[in-house]
């Protein structure tokens, strides 16, 4: 039974089919874990095999999995039309015959056929061409993402539970912090308080994917994704918490950099700028607002006049949806200066700017907001100011 009520489900399929009309498409073929889970509810870890939907623009769509997959994509797919293929053949092999198959059975000979360029291999694509030799075949990955950048009622009810999820795991990290604790110590209480709260609220889902990093000290800290050691916390380190809980595919976040006391005026001092930096980003989440415009007008002028400009170490933010670390992301919610998106109501960001100082560490708070007509909603509400441990 889907998480989601069918009424939802439809909805995302008639934005599909919307995509299609606009772009004389006559089906699309979905082929990355992301985009499966969003338009039928099922979802695998690929381990080098394919799974899909097909979204004809009339009829009732069909999603491929692979054998192995056993009766999952029979329980979760919203759609009656499930296909298999077997390992007798190569995934690729197989998943392109059952797409084949399933246009020729609606009633579709040739046309033009959308595909996520974003997500296809070489090997998926040339194979596409040659097993649909009467089909043109048509980039439709960067419309998909324009079509579910508004997210539902229910989408954000999710949501709404993941924030909370992430303050819940960020407070057990902050209880457990001392002096001797290792990383991946502090790494396993997050992800245990987050997957206990998870399950608690979400019984009948699945409880998988959800991840956390805990980084210590002036070399960890300053790599946002490096992934958690042994190294045991000293007092005077600058910490950064990560919590990271995954809900049938959503994707949050919170992130926090705190100090282990006695806190150094350096530490302050970057600790400091880098509250005023995120605040002002936060203050840039306005309908109206070209997200390429939020590094220029809110973030680099206050680290520009700090001379900081060039510690900067990745992008300030970005949207949110299904996603996790090797799958999905969608490239026109980022803030990053090349990007002429929008905000617009309904729409689910980040603000993360983070500065790495060498001998110190790295700064960064990261909060989840929904942009609303007269501002935001923020789904993560720990702390985001300047945070000692004592």
Request: glycine content about 12%.
């Given at each position: 039974m889907s998480l989601f009520s069918s009424g939802e489900m439809k909805r995302r399929v008639d934005n599909a089919r919307r995509v299609m009309a606009e772009k004389g498409i006559d089906a699309i073929v979905i082929n990355s874990v992301h985009n499966t889970l969003y338009y039928s509810d099922f979802w695998m870890v690929p381990w080098g095999r394919y799974q899909g939907v097909v979204i004809p623009r009339v009829g009732e769509p069909a999603v491929i999995a692979p054998r192995i997959e056993f009766d999952r994509p029979?329980?979760?797919s919203v759609f009656d039309d499930v296909r298999i293929y077997w390992d007798s053949q190569s995934s690729v092999d197989g998943i392109v015959k059952i797409i084949s198959d399933v246009l020729a059975e609606r009633g579709i000979h040739n046309g033009m056929v959308g595909f996520e360029e974003t997500f296809a291999?070489?090997?998926?694509?040339?194979?596409?061409?040659?097993?649909l030799p009467t089909f043109d075949l048509m980039p439709v990955a960067y419309e998909l993402m324009a079509s579910q950048k508004i997210k539902s009622g229910e989408e954000l009810d999710v949501m709404r539970h993941g924030g909370q999820i992430c303050d819940i795991g960020a407070q057990a990290c902050v209880d457990a912090v001392r002096e001797g604790i290792t990383e991946v110590e502090l790494?396993?209480?997050?992800?245990?308080?987050?997957?206990s709260e998870i399950c608690e609220r979400f019984p009948d889902e699945e409880c998988d994917g959800t991840f956390a990093w805990f980084q210590s000290?002036?070399?960890?800290?300053?790599?946002?994704?490096?992934?958690?050691?042994?190294r045991k916390l000293q007092q005077g380190d600058v910490l950064s918490l990560n919590c990271f809980p995954i809900i049938v595919g959503y994707y949050h976040l919170l992130e926090r950099t705190l100090v282990l006391g006695p806190m150094s005026d350096e530490v302050r001092k970057y600790f400091e700028i880098e509250v005023e930096v995120h605040h002002s980003g936060i203050s840039a989440l306005k309908p109206g607002v070209r997200l390429g415009d939020i590094?220029?007008?809110?973030i680099n002028p206050i680290y520009r006049k700090h001379g900081l400009l060039d510690a900067r170490t990745f992008g300030t933010?970005?949207?949110?949806?299904?996603?996790?670390?090797?799958?999905?992301?969608?490239?026109?919610?980022?803030?990053?200066?090349?990007?002429?998106?929008?905000?617009?109501?309904?729409?689910?960001?980040?603000?993360?700017?983070?500065?790495?100082?060498?001998?110190?560490?790295?700064?960064k708070h990261a909060d989840m907001f929904v942009v609303q007509?007269?501002?935001?909603?923020?789904?993560?509400?720990?702390?985001?100011?300047?945070?000692?441990?004592?």
């Open positions: 029979h329980r979760m291999s070489y090997e998926f694509y040339s194979k596409l061409r040659s097993g790494q396993r209480i997050m992800i245990q308080a987050m997957e000290g002036p070399v960890n800290t300053a790599d946002a994704h490096a992934l958690n050691t042994t590094d220029d007008q809110f933010g970005h949207s949110f949806g299904i996603m996790h670390y090797w799958y999905g992301r969608d490239e026109i919610g980022e803030i990053r200066p090349y990007n002429d998106t929008i905000l617009e109501p309904g729409m689910v960001m980040s603000i993360e700017p983070m500065i790495a100082i060498d001998g110190v560490g790295g700064f007509e007269d501002g935001v909603e923020q789904l993560t509400n720990f702390n985001n100011g300047v945070i000692v441990i004592d």
